[in-house]
């Protein structure tokens, strides 16, 4: 797909979701032909031309300024993580920046192995394209035989969607699916020249129809914290608290699982924990079978 073609879907998609009432705006009970705003009344908000924005939902953002994107986020109703991915679609628009076509990492650096080494609590390093690259022993018995370290990298999306292993996993399949496309979104917007993300995205809309409908939602998301609920084979269900902790200058995110102190999931994972550091014992699903 087009940058055009995104920036047309995600501004036509925003606009529905923003009803007159959200927006302040009388209506007269009047029978309205679109969902949510019409693209006057979005231009008005905006303090633009209708022609204009006519223009820039058609797909055009190129050379358009950061006050004119700014008066677009607050008219639309933009969070942080929207309004991120739009002023992205903007710097995309005016072409590709030289040296922007990278690939997402694919190694992690000593000091970061010793990082995970170090927490106590289950956790993975993964690059944007969701690949997880390292794991400590900890996250490697809570995900079972999903995970193993002679077998990294892990995608993650790759797994969500084509794994019937998946949603028996994440007892809240359907919010962690939402959440990954929303992020492959937004690094879609981050570096829209990235092939293998391309490719990536390109595999699983042909094999996943569940990916396929999210991905034409043209949602976005930042991930940094969320409940999760997982059933690890020798525990049971445990409910935990997800973190992801950016690493900027490497272009790679950790993740840490943390349980409330006190709780079931924390006994679980002290028994987990203390699985993985018995040396020759078996994964806990392959133990449990």
């Not at 590709?96 to 170090?118: D, F, N, T």
């Not at 995900?143 to 292993?165: E, S, T, V």
């Not at 991905?215 to 269900?237: E, I, Y």
């Amino acid at each position: 797909m087009s940058n055009k073609d995104d920036v047309k879907e995600f501004l036509t998609s925003r606009r529905a979701n923003v009803t007159p009432d959200q927006a302040g705006l009388p209506t007269f009970g009047d029978k309205r032909r679109v969902a949510g705003l019409r693209r006057e009344e979005v231009a008005m908000l905006a303090g633009v031309s209708a022609d204009y924005y006519t223009r820039l939902e058609r797909g055009n953002l190129s050379g358009v300024s950061e006050q004119v994107l700014d008066a677009l986020a607050r008219a639309l109703r933009l969070d942080d993580a929207e309004r991120s991915h739009l002023f992205d679609l903007a710097r995309a628009a005016t072409g590709p920046v030289r040296g922007s076509r990278r690939a997402p990492v694919s190694k992690v650096r000593p000091g970061i192995h010793r990082i995970l080494e170090s927490l106590t609590t289950p956790a993975y390093v993964r690059n944007a394209r969701t690949d997880i690259l390292a794991a400590n022993d900890l996250a490697i018995a809570l995900y079972g035989d999903i995970l193993d370290r002679d077998r990294m990298p892990l995608n993650l999306a790759n797994f969500l969607f084509l794994d019937q292993r998946a949603p028996a996993f994440f007892l809240d399949w359907e919010t962690v699916a939402d959440d990954s496309v929303a992020a492959l979104r937004a690094e879609a917007g981050r570096n829209p020249h990235d092939k293998s993300l391309t490719d990536l995205v390109g595999a699983l809309a042909t094999r996943s129809d569940e990916f396929r409908v999210r991905w034409a939602r043209h949602n976005v998301k930042h991930h940094r914290t969320a409940a999760k609920r997982l059933h690890n084979a020798l525990v049971g269900d445990i409910d935990l608290t997800g973190e992801a902790m950016e690493l900027p200058g490497d272009g790679l995110v950790i993740i840490t699982y943390t349980a409330e102190p006190g709780s079931p999931a924390a006994e679980a994972l002290r028994f987990l924990s203390s699985w993985a550091s018995r040396t020759g014992e078996p994964s806990p699903q392959t133990a449990a079978e």
